[in-house]
């Protein structure tokens, strides 16, 4: 026999005993998860909440049946979360699988008491993505949320994930963080998270029935509201919706939103932003850390309330001047409530600090939060540029005749 043959048979034995299939796993065998939550007790547990999709339910075209429902809601409570999540194969019948995970939900409760410990295990699993959202369940649990079910999209995850990627691209309040983005800005000097607040708007307990799917108007909903400030690893309190969307200018997350703008003398008129980038810029000065924030933003007119003439040069420069004053409030208005309410640097000032003098920065890290950044001098610009009028110039408002 040959080198060569001997070389073949060696591979056909091999052959024999390999599987390409070895480790499948059948979709009808599965439960697949599209959200979690997480939740504490008050024994110091954790109570992990995960929405099973129920094939039958989405695919039905009635839904008029409990048994069309389009998701399951199971729960386990143990003293970890890895544990707590097999202890629900005690009442599902098939394994639960994760990698189609879109959202978890953590409870405002299990936040303010840190969230370092609950992000490890999803990060470790071989079986959980990094791309899906975190979000904090706000003045409730992470099981309320994922109990109230929707009616434009079916399965009540996909909803929050298309309404949250949704209200970011065009509201500015809201932003969605990912898992491995959460890791990257907690493990970074100079820098906090905030995670979007998810709330429910009426009752909860008629949220999760099959009555919330069948009115016009469901008597429970989800609603995104606000940005949750995480200190090391600690939710410490809530920005609302302007200082959201301070924020977000910012960290240069706006995309598309509507500003309300107090007009030159009386009334107010709607601009639309249509493209905005920030710049933050950090400097030392006799080792004394300062910061630099330019807003440029181009947008469009979209409503007007007030007596304006918009076919003069002028009235346009001092609307533009007016959307500019604007904007520097809603930052300064951010800016200031961070620092005397939380002490803790969402923005990455120090990080831009960091980047800009590392040798200065080795000095400063130690007491960042509680000395340098309270005390930080930041100043605001804005450069705004009206581009568009709409279909009209002034409004045939002023125009009717009383």
């Known amino acids: 026999m040959t080198k060569k043959s001997i070389v073949l048979v060696i591979i056909s034995f091999f052959l024999l005993f390999t599987s390409g299939c070895w480790n499948r796993r059948e979709l009808n065998e599965l439960a697949i998860s599209v959200g979690e939550g997480i939740d504490n007790d008050k024994e110091g547990k954790y109570k992990i909440s995960t929405q099973i999709v129920i094939p039958a339910g989405v695919?039905?075209?009635?839904g008029n049946a409990p048994s069309d429902l389009p998701v399951r809601l199971f729960t386990g409570?143990?003293?970890?979360?890895?544990?707590?999540?097999?202890?629900?194969?005690?009442?599902?019948?098939?394994?639960?699988?994760?990698?189609?995970?879109?959202i978890l939900v953590i409870g405002e409760s299990l936040a303010k008491e840190g969230i370092g410990e609950v992000l490890d295990m999803f990060f470790r699993d071989h079986e959980y993505r990094t791309d899906f959202y975190i979000v904090i369940a706000k003045n409730t649990t992470a099981e309320n949320i994922l109990s109230i079910l929707t009616s434009i999209e079916k399965i009540p995850a996909n909803n929050m994930v298309s309404?949250?990627?949704?209200?970011?691209?065009?509201?500015?309040?809201s932003t969605a963080v990912t898992l491995d983005e959460l890791i990257q800005v907690l493990v970074t000097e100079g820098k906090n998270p905030v995670l979007t607040g998810i709330e429910i708007i009426g009752d909860p307990k008629s949220g999760h029935t099959q009555q919330n799917l069948e009115t016009i108007d469901p008597t429970a909903y989800l609603k995104y509201s606000g940005l949750a400030v995480i200190k090391n690893d600690k939710m410490v309190g809530w920005l609302n919706q302007e200082e959201s969307k301070g924020y977000n200018f910012i960290?240069?997350?706006?995309?598309n939103t509507?500003?309300?703008?107090?007009?030159?003398?009386?009334?107010?008129?709607?601009?639309?932003i249509i493209r905005s980038k920030t710049e933050v810029k950090a400097m030392?000065?006799?080792?004394?850390?300062?910061?630099?924030?330019?807003i440029k933003s181009e947008g469009n007119v979209g409503e007007v309330k007030c007596d304006i003439d918009l076919t003069k040069q002028q009235t346009i420069t001092e609307l533009e001047k007016a959307i500019e004053k604007d904007f520097i409030n809603l930052v300064e208005t951010a800016i200031k409530k961070v620092k005397e309410d939380y002490s803790t640097d969402i923005f990455g000032f120090g990080?831009?600090?960091?980047?800009?003098?590392?040798?200065?920065?080795?000095?400063?890290?130690?007491?960042?939060?509680?000395?340098?950044?309270?005390?930080?001098?930041?100043?605001?610009?804005?450069?705004?540029?009206?581009?568009?009028?709409?279909?009209?110039?002034n409004s045939f408002i002023n125009e009717i005749k009383e």
């Open 284 to 294: 030392l000065e006799n080792e004394t850390p300062k910061i630099e924030i330019s």
């Open 351 to 393: 990080d831009a600090v960091h980047r800009a003098d590392a040798k200065a920065w080795k000095t400063l890290k130690s007491d960042w939060n509680e000395k340098h950044f309270s005390d930080l001098e930041v100043s605001v610009k804005a450069d705004v540029k009206i581009r568009r009028l709409g279909k009209i110039t």
């Open 258 to 272: 509507v500003s309300d703008v107090t007009c030159p003398k009386e009334g107010k008129f709607n601009f639309e």
């Open 251 to 255: 960290m240069d997350n706006v995309k």
């Open 77 to 102: 409570t143990e003293d970890s979360i890895f544990e707590a999540m097999r202890e629900i194969t005690t009442k599902s019948p098939r394994p639960i699988y994760h990698s189609h995970l879109r």
């Open 59 to 62: 695919a039905s075209k009635t």
């Open 163 to 173: 309404s949250l990627e949704t209200s970011e691209k065009t509201w500015a309040p």
